[in-house]
């Protein structure tokens, strides 16, 4: 679809990728619906970008009430972006059981809860275009990134589950799975394994840049082309 005049709501548009998704849709013509707990963050999105051409809407996606918000909204989008998630990579013996209910509620439960919602609307609309930002992590699995790889293999399959069961109904389903990309999300992994791990990577991180950039491919394909899964390596790294 063109995006001129197309309404998409991303979460996790406060930062990293989803702030990318957010600069470069909007650079489309999109209106932009941006989504994040941090309001501040959320400001400073909306100022760099047109008046009125980005709404921000703060809260946390494991709040019940603010999912009630966006399920208020959803008649209104075209596109929906969803990015939001978080990560604590350490060794599989050393995660906590709140890290991995942390990693599960908001990568897989919040992602399905938000999407359920969204696309209720869109089935009513029999339209509507659904991206899932899941991760290489989607489909291998890393020393030291188990449970967060286990959510993105649950995220890749709730994704090809809306697509098998809405295509039918005019709607689109797109995953994204990017390699590693260089934003905040690696901040909460504090372990020394992994900062080792980190410091001594063979190749150069991709940037949020460039993924939003296959999420706009995505979102502007024509109306019969549905991209399917877009896998995005930094070179070197396979
Ligand atoms: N960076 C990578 O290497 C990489 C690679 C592959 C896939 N991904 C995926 O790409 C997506 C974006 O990651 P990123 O690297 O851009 O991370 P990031 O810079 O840390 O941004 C994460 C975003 O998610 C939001 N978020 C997190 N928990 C939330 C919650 N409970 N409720 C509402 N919003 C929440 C954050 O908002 P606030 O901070 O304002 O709460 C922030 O806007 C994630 O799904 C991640 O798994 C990342």
């Known amino acids: ?47 760099a970008l047109p008046a009125g051409q980005v709404r921000t809407l703060a809260g946390d996606l494991n709040d019940e009430a603010f999912i009630g ?12 972006v969803n990015n939001a998630g978080v990560l604590r990579y350490a060794p599989i013996l050393d995660l906590t059981p709140e890290d991995s209910a942390w990693m599960f509620q908001t990568n897989v439960l919040a992602a399905l809860r938000v ?22 992590a989607a489909r291998e699995v890393y020393r030291l990134a188990s449970v967060y790889s286990a959510t993105k293999h649950a995220l890749s399959a709730l ?29 909460a992994s504090t372990h020394p394994d992994v900062l080792a791990s980190v410091a001594n990577r063979k190749f150069k991180a991709l940037t949020a840049d460039e993924v939003a950039q296959a999420v706009v491919y995505a979102l502007s394909a024509e109306p019969n082309c549905c991209p399917d899964l877009i896998e995005l390596r930094p070179q070197g790294s396979a």
């Open 115 to 136: 999407t359920q919602v969204i696309a209720r609307a869109m089935v009513q609309k029999k339209r509507g275009h659904i991206v899932f930002m899941s991760s290489i």
């Open 69 to 80: 918000q966006i399920e208020a909204l959803a008649p209104t989008l075209d596109a929906f």
């Open 159 to 187: 994704a090809r589950s809306f697509r098998i069961e809405l295509q039918s109904q005019g709607i689109k389903v797109t995953e994204v799975a990017p390699g590693m990309v260089d934003t905040d999300i690696r901040a």
């Open 1 to 47: 679809m063109g995006l001129q005049g197309k309404t998409i709501l991303i979460t996790g548009a406060s930062a990293g990728i989803g702030r990318a998704c957010a600069m470069q849709l909007a650079a489309q013509g999109a209106h932009i619906i941006a989504l994040g707990r941090r309001q501040d963050a959320l400001d400073a999105l909306a100022a």
